[in-house]
């Protein structure tokens, strides 16, 4: 069995064409889930509250369970360039875009730096690793333990803000919580061969038998992807509470582990990350936006997506088998 992708023709009704690229043989994808296959976290505004809250008074006192109660006595509204960057860095880590808010809160008591400035506008550009910026090894630690706390945070909120009752409707009727088309678009892959890969900046941990656990874990089940060797889905991949791990670096590890020529791989997702990461590597990359979501159509087509695609009911017109 065999597939290949192909540029269409022209922009259309349903495919933008950014890039054009001659028709190549895939044989392994590599998948975003948050917006790009399910819609079960409305994961914005609560990335807006939790960092922009941190930016606007400091971080908050107390284990996470506190610090959530105190954040979640604000409003969203009350931050709006928390929400353009949360726009603007979907798909970075999760630490990383927590250590953003950490660092723009240094601002508070005059305690930012010329290089504490420079680091947040290179994360608003998307770029995640800074240990060589030449910053202090207590400065460095401290950051890590709270941006891992703060993320603690950010999940305690997104699973009570949305996720949680999202689920519950989620387990009721999976497909009302798909993006339209995933399950047919992963199927269609899969029957022709293709091992699919979900790669996530959520946390996934892993039981003793390797199978994977947690919240991200519990929302992929609901929605009936399975996972495993020779399953729809290959492997699953993410973050961690601790340690930041850019989906480039993911990816890059998978490439290498699973023996995957960039050649040979597609790369869907909706945030800017994925996006960046298939140009780094030399495959090609489908965005999965919205045709309202002006602003990431705009930053995907400058990071030099392929495709953009509002959803996947017609993506078949793509493929050739």
């Known amino acids: ?3 290949f992708i192909k540029a269409p ?20 994808a590599f998948h975003d889930i948050d917006g790009t296959h399910s819609l079960i976290r409305d994961w914005v505004p609560v990335m807006t509250l939790v960092t922009g809250a941190v930016a606007a008074y400091g971080m908050f006192p107390g284990t996470p369970e506190a610090a959530a109660r105190a954040i979640a006595l604000h409003s969203p509204d009350e931050f709006p360039e928390a929400r353009e960057f949360a726009i603007e860095s979907a798909g970075l880590s999760a630490l990383t875009q927590m250590e953003w808010a950490l660092r723009m809160s240094r601002r508070l008591n005059g305690e930012s730096s010329e290089l504490n400035e420079k680091i947040i506008q290179a994360i608003w550009q998307g770029e995640e690793r800074f240990e060589t910026f030449g910053e202090s090894a207590e400065f460095l630690a401290e950051l890590k333990n709270q941006s891992s ?21 989620a387990k009721a009727d999976p497909a009302a919580w798909q993006v339209p088309g995933s399950m047919d678009f992963l ?3 899969y029957d022709n061969g293709v091992k699919n890969y979900f790669v996530t900046g959520a946390v996934v941990e892993y039981d003793k038998n390797n199978a994977p656990t947690g919240s991200m874990a519990e929302e992929v ?12 889905i290959e492997k699953f991949c993410g973050s961690t509470w601790h340690t930041k791990l850019p989906k480039v670096e993911i990816m890059r590890q998978l490439c290498q582990k699973e023996n995957i020529s960039p050649e040979e791989l597609l790369i869907v997702g909706d945030g800017r990350s994925e996006i960046a990461a298939a140009v780094e590597l030399g495959a090609l990359a489908i965005s999965r936006l919205d045709k309202s979501a002006i602003k990431q159509q705009e930053i995907h087509r400058k990071i030099g997506t392929n495709v953009i695609v509002d959803d996947y009911r017609h993506i078949g017109e793509l493929f050739e088998f």
């Open 1 to 3: 069995m065999s597939i």
């Open 9 to 28: 023709a022209s922009t259309s009704e349903f495919f933008e064409l950014v890039n054009s690229f001659p028709k190549r043989e895939i044989k392994y």
């Open 149 to 169: 706390a703060l993320f603690k945070v950010y999940e305690i909120l997104l699973l009570e803000m949305c996720r949680n009752k999202n689920l519950a409707a």
């Open 187 to 189: 199927q269609m892959l």
């Open 221 to 232: 089940a609901a929605l009936g992807y399975k996972i495993g060797k020779n399953e729809l």
